[in-house]
């Protein structure tokens, strides 16, 4: 009996120890769950970083395009004048103007002419392309109506207004004005320009620039017309001038035929 009285010790040890276990594995479990908790906040916490640094890109782009919409547009035209037509002022008549449209790029540029009354209002040529440092001087019509009720004839303002858009083309070719439908998304508004009435009875600087403009557009209208001048005689194959050649080809034969009839 004492002997079994001494060996109840150690088992009462081991059931001890087996006691001790759950408390362990509880300050374990309770650890596993503090460490999955702190990760899944982890996790939370970097998808809203994310979530945040994708929204800070968002608006920043966001930003970026409406600061880019903001700037200025690099224009690709040089007018003149800047931002007005003027217009001699004849009641009841058809008048003109004129603008000098110069290509300041270094590409090859389409412009084309819009207006808010194209039944009153052309503009020749409507759109063209130029070449870099290019220039040509547009004509605009425009009837002038008569002044309505007690109006003076000079404090009419016309409501009409004429925009002048850009559009930058790969190389030299003929204008269409389908152009500027297709790339809707390249067209720049170069200009929009607005009516200004001139006496033509009282001198202006204004007035005598539009006077040699509208001088030198007509020039350039008939040096167009004009079939191109005779440079002498043409050249073709190898660079033969066939005139000059046809004429020292005849002396050529018509000697030989005289030879044979004298050696006969």
Known sequence: MAIETDQKPPSDGKVWGLFKLPFRQTGNGNSTTSSSASSASNLHAQTQLHVEGSNHHGSAKSVSSVAKSLLPTRRRLKLDPANKLYFPYEPGKQVRSAVRIKNTSKSYTAFKFQTTAPKSCFMRPPGAI????????????????QPENNEKPMEQKSRVKFKIMSLKVK??????????????EQVAIEQILRVVFLDPKRPCPA??????????????????????????????????????????????LARQQVEGVDSA
């Open 130 to 145: 130029l070449a870099p440092g290019e220039s040509i001087i547009a004509t605009v019509f425009k009837f002038v109506e």
């Open 171 to 184: 190389g030299p070719m003929d204008y269409v004005p389908e152009l500027f439908d297709e790339q809707k």
């Open 207 to 252: 007035l005598e620039k539009l006077k040699r403009q509208l001088a030198d557009a007509d020039a350039a209208v008939e040096a167009r017309k004009k079939p191109p001048e005779d440079a002498g005689p043409r050249i073709i194959g190898e660079g033969l001038v066939i005139d000059e050649w046809k004429e020292r080809r005849e002396r050529y």
